[in-house]
């Protein structure tokens, strides 16, 4: 069973900066592609971003490119999203996501059965 526990949500000023943290077990770590969506009041779930294994690869969606980086550290099995320049277009639930890895990446939210509990960010203007 994949468990992913997220944390660093809150609220922020817009312009401002927070970092989620998405800590995974070892296996997960070093065998799933890990990433984050987000999910708005009344909206549906939003891809964000998500990080490859090995010499890894970063994609990110159109809103938040240049402004959010998603990286890994391999002696905590967490992946972290660092978020600056927020809007308060970026409030939402973030959820950590993670799906085994077979060198295809997937940046929709039905291509994921594990997902964390999510962690509220909210940004006001």
């Known amino acids: 069973q994949v468990q992913l526990i997220e944390s660093g949500g809150g609220l922020v000023q817009a312009g401002g900066s927070l970092r989620l943290s998405c800590a995974a077990s070892e296996h997960t770590f070093n065998n799933y592609l890990m990433g984050w969506f987000r999910q708005a009041p009344g909206k549906e779930r939003e891809f964000v971003a998500i990080?490859?294994?090995?010499?890894?690869?970063?994609y990110y969606s159109d809103s938040v490119k240049g402004r959010f980086t998603i990286s890994r550290d391999s002696a905590k099995n967490t992946v972290y999203l660092q978020m600056n320049s927020l809007k308060p277009e970026d409030t939402g639930v973030y959820y950590c996501?993670?799906?085994?890895?077979?060198?295809?990446?997937?940046?929709?939210?039905?291509?994921?059965?594990?997902w964390g509990q999510g962690t509220q960010v909210t940004v006001s203007s």
């Open positions: 996501v993670a799906h085994l890895y077979a060198g295809v990446v997937h940046t929709t939210a039905e291509e994921y059965n594990n």
């Open positions: 990080i490859t294994l090995g010499v890894p690869n970063t």
